[in-house]
RNA sequence: CGGGGUGUAGCGCAGUCCGGUUAGCGCAUCUGCUUUGGGAGCAGAGGGUCGCAAGUUCGAAUCUUGCCACCCCGACCA
């Protein structure tokens, strides 16, 4: 329908690109790497900031706010961290720029060194356990369990807007605790945070796992992870909850005296979700003419289009108009009534349409002779008449509908490209031709799991937590498997 | 860092091979009139260091040399 974007199955990746466009998310900047976040696309970041941070409050969490540089000596303390995160750190050396000796350009000034130079963060680990040491002596001062929300830095080889980005928004949550259980404990309530804000917001359905030692975030004894299946048939890692045992507290020497009077490194956990939900939230939903939000997210949920000829009927289509944005609006829904006359009915319909708002209503003469409006899902493109007496109560039904309706497809989408298989040949043809999840048997060495990438491009997306336990053969060396992992192409 | 490609109006492109009027086209923008139930029509207008620098030439978007930037594919990754 749309001319404007390309199809899904011509360029998946096009498509993609048009969407962020045209549904006016975000665009490149002067800068490699990083995007410019517009305003409708920051908007649905904030609808998500603003459900997560309840739920983080609701569990228990305070913000609190960390520097964006970090010593570069802090960084080297925990082994595997450095190593994770050393090949994508941007590094500041400099405090002060000077003109040149012709004065014509602004250039580094070279007797402006730093004598210890400062890392942008790529996470925040190192500084905030720099900083818990000074706020942690006695099991009475914990659990710690601080959040935050802010930029970091990670310098990839190749980005795409949202997906992965130089710069990228989040929340990175950090605890501390007095024994292992109840970080766990943490580690998993986090997961499940996440899990439940992406099936019930986002209406997009997860795998809840863990992750293999390879796939494993830096410094972590375990990770776990949201992964859910795009439209193209590839992975997402859309949220990680990492138990970091003790490795932070040793690495910082943070300790605390227990109720015995024992000195005990601290326990700990880190969790985050980023921008890129933005980019799961755009694949899992959206279509040929573009973006498709689920209402509990969509910054406008429902949009009002008057169709008029004469002045005189813009009067009463707006009188109406307004009158049921208000209605509306005291049920708690977002609405926008659209009455600019610099765009043509048509063009609006399109606009809203790739901008993803649920549902549109659009009022004109006949409608007004009729006592009826015009109803348009965006979900289905489906389109009917409803009387102007039930709209609210037809609306706020519509909108419960819409957002169930989105989730059922992605999970029946996520459904009919799921595998089981115990046979190689198969494996590899449903990775290579089809995608998805396929489900099958791994001997648990890095050795395999290095040799099925190299075959198929295929990595453990994650060992599933709730998955059956039935133990098999591997399907790649046929040696003992306690369960089946989830292996796909992934982002 | 390897391999490939592209730089011409806000965006997308043609023109470059084979040098020659005033550098074009589509979209967008602006003005006017007619329109308005799925990105309206007609008429008119504005907008260019042809990536940068040097060279060859009577003459360069076009040929030569150097430089720069960006994109795609691979290695890395939430």
């Known amino acids: ?11 998946y990746s096009q498509w993609y690109n048009d969407i962020v466009n045209k549904a006016d998310l975000a665009e490149n900047s002067p800068v490699r790497g990083c995007m410019v976040i517009k305003p409708h696309g920051y908007s649905i970041w904030e609808k998500m900031q603003g459900v997560l941070d309840k739920m983080f409050k609701d569990t228990g969490h305070t913000n609190a706010y960390f520097p964006l540089f970090i010593p570069k000596s802090f960084f080297s303390r925990e082994a595997s961290h450095v190593e994770g995160f050393a090949k994508e750190c941007a590094v500041v050396t400099h405090y002060r720029l000077k003109n040149d000796e012709e004065g014509k350009e602004i250039v580094v000034d070279e007797n402006a060194k730093l004598d210890e130079e400062l890392i942008i963060r790529p996470t925040s680990e190192t500084i905030i356990w720099h900083t818990y040491k000074g706020w942690i002596q006695s099991y009475r001062d914990l ?21 992965r980005t130089s710069e990228f928004l989040w929340q990175e949550g950090h605890t501390a605790h007095a024994t292992k259980e109840e970080a766990l404990e943490e580690t998993r309530r986090m997961i499940d945070v996440y899990a439940d804000f992406a099936e019930n917001w986002m209406a997009m359905p997860v795998l809840k796992g863990t992750k ?3 796939e494993r975030f830096a410094g972590a004894i375990e990770t776990y992870t949201i992964e859910a299946l795009m439209q193209d048939g590839k992975a997402l890692q859309s949220g990680t909850s990492h138990f970091l045992g003790q490795n932070f507290a040793k690495a910082f020497d943070v300790t605390f005296t227990d109720q015995s009077g024992n000195l005990e490194y601290v326990w700990s956990t880190s969790w985050g979700v980023s921008t890129r939900l933005m980019g799961a939230l755009i694949m899992a939903h959206s279509d040929d003419n573009g973006l498709v939000l689920p209402p509990k997210l969509a910054p406008t949920q429902v949009v009002i289009v008057p169709i ?8 009463q289509i707006s009188a109406k108009a307004n009158e049921l944005k208000q209605q509306l609006q005291e049920k708690g829904i977002s609405v926008k009534y659209d009455d600019r006359d610099t765009q043509t009915p048509g063009w609006k319909f399109s606009e809203y349409e790739m901008k993803g708002v649920p549902v549109r209503l659009a009022i004109g003469p006949r409608d007004m002779e009729n006592g009826t409006l015009e109803v348009a899902r965006r979900d289905t493109l489906e389109k009917e008449f409803i009387s102007q007496d039930q709209a609210v109560e037809h609306v706020s039904q519509l909108l419960e509908n819409i957002q169930s309706n989105i989730y059922e497809k992605a999970l029946k989408y996520r459904e009919d490209n799921t595998y089981t298989t115990d046979d190689y040949e198969e494996f590899k043809d449903i990775l290579n031709n089809r995608g998805g999840f396929v489900y099958a048997h791994w001997d648990g060495t890095a050795e395999t799991e290095q040799k099925i990438k190299e075959d198929t491009k295929a990595t453990i997306r994650c060992i599933p937590v709730d998955g059956d336990q039935q133990p098999g053969k591997c399907i790649y060396s046929g040696q003992p498997s306690s369960q089946r992992v989830v292996f796909a192409r992934a982002y």
């Open 143 to 163: 659990p710690i369990l601080v959040n935050q929300w802010a930029n970091i830095v990670r310098w990839e080889m190749r980005t795409r807007l949202f997906l």
């Open 308 to 315: 008029y000829k004469k002045e005189g009927q813009l009067e």
């Open 1 to 11: 329908m749309s001319k404007e974007i390309t199809n899904r199955k011509d360029n």
């Open 212 to 214: 293999t030692d390879s």
